[in-house]
């Protein structure tokens, strides 16, 4: 019989944390409930003292998912804790994830304390959890670089004051997969709470080395039997583990004799929804998910997959939820064929008049593009959701340009219902377009990256566009999704702008 290995997912906390991810609560709740659907065991929704919003957020995924435990991070201290229990009162099943450093360096200079001050502080803060609720996960944050045996006495001390579950996180992604290994292993052997099944011990892996993925096997091969992960491996710095990376690993490898609760089916979708939402494009490569992990261009490998899918293919792509036989809708489509695929995606239409005005983008869309896929769909989304009610809304666009012709863009922008008209030139169609905004809209701001991602084949094809702009000194992060780069482009300029923290414009 296969161990069961429960998937803690901190995309909402951990993979939030990077820059221009921000999600708002409704966002983070439509992420919640498509993780629920993939059969995520416990999600991470936030570090309620952080901000108002994280708070409020806690509140609302407990409120909106029914059977994953839903956790508060906080730090060893009882203001943090008091603050978490009040953000999980709605929860159906709660869990208090607190910590504190144990590293060296942490200790000394991050705390200016000592090793027996920080064990009696972990205790502190494990006990003090224990008073609002029975599920409490302790973290020992840098415990990649933390000595074992004394990681092991920090670990004892909080299993014995009644830590269900103890993360042993490699914070900074030093450690490889061997030496990871053997930590866990050591902790399993040296702390008698993991072997008479009185706590859990959880992997929590950064990917800096590029070793995330491979050092959380090596800890679930060696005792551990939680997770910590995010959806596309989002996530400070370089990243953390991937979840459909785990997920796939187990599910390939039966003979390891691990199963997760993942409905591996919602992997591609959920993927999508999150790289949409997170303006945070997917690496072409990038295992599982990536456009290209099932494509093959090497005329050798066409041959051998042509012949039976098994020579170059380890997984079913259908396995992750790429159906090649996915509805096609088109301009003759429907709402309901509309509101049923997107239900598919794990997108839940929460009024007709909200339809009404997806259906409207749709149809845009489809004339223009003929067929939508799934992926057209989850871009176009979130490009609804990301513009429903912005202050400055383009009416139209029109550029020339061509070799010998200088570039010429007008564009009309709707301003709280005032109609503004400009023109430029620039050194290409893009720049055209942009001096012509700014005409407009009169503000200090520099267009600082800009990055185009085609979904998938073909000269129709959608496009998404990510950029940053900054203003007054801080970096304001775009969307913008079309058939057209430059008419993308600059909605996700204007994206940026209705992001701008002034008064009027």
């Known amino acids: 019989m296969a161990d069961r290995l429960y998937i803690f997912d901190t995309t909402l906390r951990d993979g939030e944390q990077v820059p221009g991810c921000q999600l708002n609560t409704v966002e983070k709740i439509q992420v919640a409930k498509q993780l629920e659907q993939l059969g995520v065991d416990v999600i991470e929704a936030g570090f309620p003292i952080s901000s108002p919003g994280d708070f409020n957020s806690v509140i609302e995924i407990s409120k909106a998912v029914t059977w994953p435990t839903i956790c508060a991070l906080t730090r060893a201290v009882e203001k943090d804790i008091d603050c978490a229990a009040q953000a999980l009162q709605y929860a159906k099943h709660k869990r208090i994830h607190t910590g504190i450093g144990t590293s060296p360096s942490h200790i000394k200079y991050k705390?200016?304390?000592?090793?027996?001050?920080?064990?009696?502080?972990?205790?502190?803060?494990?006990?003090?959890?224990?008073?609002?609720?029975?599920?409490?996960?302790?973290?020992?944050?840098?415990?990649?670089?933390?000595?074992?045996e004394y990681l092991a006495r920090v670990i004892d001390a909080v299993t014995k004051a009644g830590a269900t579950v103890c993360n042993i996180p490699d914070t900074t992604g030093f450690r490889?997969?061997?030496?990871?290994?053997?930590?866990?292993?050591?902790?399993y052997e040296h702390v008698d709470a993991f072997a008479a099944g009185k706590s859990i011990l959880s992997t929590h892996c950064h990917n800096d080395l590029g070793m995330a993925t491979a050092n959380t096997c090596a800890g679930v091969l060696n005792g551990a039997r939680q997770v910590e992960v995010t959806i596309?491996?989002?996530?400070?710095?370089?990243?953390?583990?991937?979840?459909?990376?785990?997920?796939?690993?187990?599910?390939?490898?039966?003979?390891?004799?691990?199963?997760?609760?993942?409905?591996?089916?919602?992997?591609w979708p959920t993927s999508r929804m999150v790289s949409t939402l997170m303006n945070m494009p997917v690496q072409p490569n990038k295992a599982i998910v990536g456009k290209n992990a099932f494509a093959h261009s090497s005329g050798i490998h066409q041959d051998g997959v042509l012949k039976n899918a098994s020579t170059y293919e380890i997984m079913d792509p259908k396995d992750v939820g790429i159906d090649e036989n996915a509805i096609v809708l088109t301009a003759r489509s429907g709402r309901a064929a509309l509101k049923h695929r997107l239900s598919v995606l794990g997108i839940e239409i929460q009024s007709q008049e909200q339809l009404d005005k997806l259906y409207q983008k749709f149809l845009e869309m489809a004339d223009k593009k003929k067929q939508l896929n799934d992926e057209d769909l989850l871009v176009l989304t979130g490009a609804s959701?990301?513009?429903s009610e912005h202050l400055v809304k383009m009416e139209s666009l029109q550029v020339t340009s061509g070799k010998g012709i200088t570039p010429v863009a007008a564009i009309k922008l709707k301003i709280a219902n005032e109609v503004f008209e400009a023109a430029a030139t620039g050194n290409?169609?893009?720049?055209a377009s942009i001096k012509a905004l700014k005409q407009i809209i009169h503000r200090q701001m520099e267009l600082k990256e800009l990055t185009i991602q085609a979904i998938s084949k073909g000269s129709d094809?959608?496009?998404?566009?990510?950029?940053?702009?900054e203003h007054e000194g801080t970096v304001y992060y775009g969307f913008g999704s079309n058939t057209d780069i430059v008419t993308a482009t600059v909605e996700a300029y204007i994206d940026c702008i209705n992001k701008f923290k002034v008064a009027k414009l």
């Open 111 to 148: 705390f200016n304390s000592t090793p027996e001050e920080i064990i009696e502080r972990a205790v502190a803060a494990v006990k003090y959890a224990k008073k609002y609720v029975e599920d409490v996960e302790f973290y020992a944050e840098d415990a990649g670089r933390t000595d074992n």
């Open 176 to 187: 490889t997969p061997y030496e990871y290994g053997e930590k866990i292993k050591y902790l």
């Open 232 to 267: 596309n491996g989002i996530g400070e710095r370089a990243g953390n583990t991937s979840l459909e990376e785990i997920a796939m690993i187990f599910k390939t490898h039966p003979d390891l004799g691990i199963e997760t609760n993942i409905n591996t089916q919602k992997i």
């Open 385 to 387: 959701i990301n513009t």
């Open 428 to 431: 290409g169609p893009v720049d």
């Open 461 to 469: 094809d959608l496009c998404k566009v990510h950029v940053q702009v």
